[in-house]
């Protein structure tokens, strides 16, 4: 398996979509810049905001669009071709309403479960033949409530959960990028169960 060389976070560009559940993708990439004491800027021909990192003495290159989620698919497709970067050497993170607050899981390939974010890679690419971070948001109980649950901003105990499960996420992630993804999946989730908290 190649090694990670692209992490994409989906999200909605601007202040008003900040906090909410549907930019839990972009709360992941803004964590690990933060951590790694990194700024994005524009980089417009790419359409996303982009940074760059060193993990475990590997480059990685971070990428934020700033399409919205329906149009993400652009700004990955332009990087992977500038970059000459291969899908399966990409990550993508992303909310996930079948996941509740607190979990998080890697994935490789399979369908986009009608996250808009990645049925636009999906339509760019031709495929899904990427590694996925999905980050637990829950589910609001009736599917004519998730436009206005992703698009809405979590309760203060769910936004710690969900945050709790992207530093679990990013913790492990030197694992991913050296390419040893079964470690990095079993480490992640086999750790702190959902809602557990951090006893602190």
């Given at each position: 398996?190649?090694?990670?060389?692209?992490?994409?976070?989906?999200?909605?560009?601007?202040?008003?979509?900040?906090r909410t559940r549907h930019n839990a993708g972009f709360w992941f990439v803004d964590s690990l810049a933060q951590r790694e004491g990194v700024r994005f800027g524009i980089e417009s021909k790419l359409h996303a905001e982009t940074a760059k990192i060193s993990l475990g003495g590997e480059s990685l290159l971070l990428l934020k669009p700033i399409t919205f989620m329906n149009k993400s698919g652009i700004a990955i497709a332009s990087a992977l071709r500038y970059y000459k970067i291969e899908p399966d050497e990409m990550l993508v993170a992303h909310d996930d309403l079948d996941l509740p607050p607190g979990a998080a899981r890697f994935k490789f390939d399979g369908g986009h479960g009608g996250q808009n974010g990645l049925r636009d890679t999906f339509a760019h690419l031709g495929h899904g033949r990427f590694h996925r971070l999905r980050i637990g948001i829950g589910h609001p109980g009736h599917k004519d409530r998730v436009t206005s649950w992703v698009l809405g901003r979590p309760g203060s105990n769910d936004e710690q959960a969900i945050l709790g499960s992207i530093g679990n996420a990013?913790?492990?992630?030197?694992?991913?990028?050296?390419?040893?993804f079964n470690e990095a999946m079993k480490r992640l989730h086999t750790g702190r169960e959902p809602g557990m908290g951090n006893g602190e």
């Open positions: 398996m190649n090694r990670l060389r692209l992490i994409v976070g989906l999200g909605n560009p601007g202040a008003e979509h900040l990013i913790d492990v992630l030197p694992l991913t990028v050296a390419g040893n």
